[in-house]
């Protein structure tokens, strides 16, 4: 079974469309989770770290389901410009060790 | 955020060539870097996972007499692609991180990339 998985999508929405990304990992033991960014042929950027209380910025929302061992990315009122794919982070802590999702491809059309 | 550079951007070569990426922390000082490839439509590959002073860990399937990394400081790590061939073409990505207190992991802070073409 694979530390991260995402659903590689993709999710083609209409603008101004809210979309929902979540990410299931494995190990009960992760401590640190993120979303990353990543647009074609262009290093990963970090979204936003998720935190246990859940966390938002601008329009994106970040949740983490410690119980279900799932985080999720809400976002609403889609642009064009987000259209990308979106990494799945999670760290072992100790373990110093990152572990990433596949992604989950965002087309937003007009 | 911190910035990570890699240098070159882009190369190209003869096969059975060597070539050097760099990757260098330019604000803070990394404790671990780590090594990517990505091909075309593919995800992020974790090739290795590199702490100053120390040997580089690889992942399994990567050959570590082709890709040779050296992580001399703790802003710098640089990454050989020995005898380059055709199949070793690729997006090469370098990140750094920091180890925060209580043994958490910052955010990797991720390079803008080396791109890779062996002729």
């Known amino acids: 079974r694979k530390e991260v998985e995402q659903d590689p999508g993709p999710f083609n929405v209409p603008e101004g469309a809210t979309v929902a990304f979540n990410c299931t990992y494995s190990?009960?033991?992760?401590?640190?989770f993120f979303w990353y960014r990543q647009d074609c042929r262009k290093e990963p950027k970090l979204l936003m770290s998720v935190y246990s209380s859940g966390n938002e910025d601008g329009r994106f929302t970040a949740q983490l389901n410690r119980a279900s061992q799932y985080i999720s990315l809400l976002i609403r009122d889609s642009k064009l410009s987000d259209s990308a794919t979106y990494l799945c982070v999670v760290n072992l802590g100790n373990f110093n060790k990152f572990y990433f999702g596949s992604g989950t491809k965002l087309n937003v059309k007009p | 955020g911190a910035v990570v550079s890699q240098h070159p951007s882009r190369v190209i070569c003869k096969s059975g060539t060597s070539v050097k990426i760099e990757c260098r922390s330019l604000?803070?000082?990394?404790?671990?870097m780590f090594w990517y490839r990505q091909f075309p439509k593919q995800s992020l590959m974790l090739m290795a996972t590199s702490n100053e002073g120390s040997k580089a860990t690889y992942e399994q399937g990567v050959e570590k007499d082709k890709f040779l990394i050296n992580h001399a400081s703790l802003t710098l790590s640089t990454l050989t692609v020995t005898s380059a061939h055709p199949e070793d073409s690729s997006f090469y990505i370098c990140?750094?991180?920091?180890?925060?207190?209580?043994?958490?992991?910052?955010?990797?802070?991720f390079g803008p990339g080396t791109r890779l073409t062996v002729l």
């Open positions: 190990n009960s033991a992760s401590q640190s």
């Open positions: 990140s750094a991180t920091a180890e925060l207190a209580g043994g958490f992991y910052n955010e990797q802070f």
């Open positions: 604000d803070f000082q990394a404790t671990t």
